[in-house]
């Protein structure tokens, strides 16, 4: 692997800023919702469906360009990467975290209502 | 060159000067994925999600040879004490 910087080009940050804005809830992640490729991205989806809160996975394995410049575009080095309402929320284990502490459903119920 | 368990450890010792820090090498020895347990002063006043990022700002460089990270605890070295206080009176 290799450092990503650069990868993000203006083209993809509109993209992404726009995506992230039309969706409440996004998991860039390995695999996809109904077909995880990764144990801790698993975890985030097995969590996500726990709310039942509508929510889009982007499998970041797919394209390489997209996978450096999501990192890029969220400053965060790994993933899975958690938005929601736009905002990035964390990795799996702050996830985790938020989940057994009732921050995330917190966030979570607020995000549905705005 | 490749990141070993030792290389993660002396990079956030010498970045944080943390009061505990744990690293476990959880790849079976291919030196590609960690899980992280730290306690350091740099966290003091922080959220978990910046606590995560001055972790991984420390670790730039390893990060870019790693699979998986997993930071399991960023405490303060007032929450570590807390928690490990805990943790013994319950053993």
Not at chain 1, 82 to 93: N, R, S
Request: proline residues 4%.
């Amino acid at each position: 692997p290799q450092g990503g910087y650069g990868a993000l080009s203006p083209e993809m940050k509109e993209a992404l800023d726009a995506f992230i804005a039309a969706n409440k809830v996004v998991l860039f992640m390995k695999g996809n919702k109904n077909f995880p490729q990764c144990g801790f991205s698993n975890t985030c989806v097995q969590i996500l469906n726990q709310f039942g809160v509508p929510y889009e996975t982007v499998n970041i394995l797919e394209d390489d360009s997209l996978r450096q410049g999501v990192k890029e575009y969220s400053n965060w080095p790994t993933f899975p990467q958690l938005y929601i309402d736009g905002e990035f929320f964390g990795g799996c284990d702050i996830t985790i975290e938020a989940f057994k502490s009732g921050e995330l459903k917190e966030t979570l119920d607020k995000a549905m209502l705005s | 060159m490749g990141v070993t368990k030792e290389s993660v450890e002396a990079t956030l010792t010498q970045k944080l000067q943390p009061t505990y820090l744990k690293v476990i090498d959880t790849s079976g020895g291919c030196g590609a994925s960690f899980d992280v347990e730290i306690a350091t002063a740099a966290f003091v006043g922080k959220r978990m999600l910046e606590r995560h990022r001055v972790v991984n700002t420390a670790l730039t460089e390893e990060i870019k040879d790693i699979h998986a990270l997993s930071i399991r605890k960023a405490l303060t070295p007032e929450q570590w004490e807390e928690q490990n206080a805990k943790t013994t009176a319950a053993a």
